[in-house]
């Protein structure tokens, strides 16, 4: 807790309910800013020798949208039609 700038007896004063979505709000951060500063192509290169980093990259990706998204800086893509579900 000491990157969220808490003392002890702020987190222990704090409900449960509100740690648990403390750690889940600075884990979602940690993994959306994790590739800052890295390129798509610069990833690739990274997982040639470690595969997982791929995977790893492309969940980072995919959180950073969904909270864009969420927050209007991104629209959804609509699907006009059935071939470009395909």
Do not use: C
């Amino acid at each position: 807790m000491k990157d969220l700038g808490m003392s002890w007896n702020e987190i222990k004063s704090l409900p449960r309910h509100e740690l648990d979505g403390l750690l889940l709000a600075y884990t979602n951060y940690n993994n959306i800013h994790a590739f800052d500063g890295h390129t798509a192509k610069e990833i690739g290169e990274m997982a040639k020798d470690k595969p997982k980093l791929r995977a790893q990259y492309n969940e980072s990706m995919a959180l950073k949208a969904k909270f864009e998204e969420r927050a209007g800086l991104r629209k959804k893509a609509k699907v006009l039609s059935f071939r470009e579900l395909l």
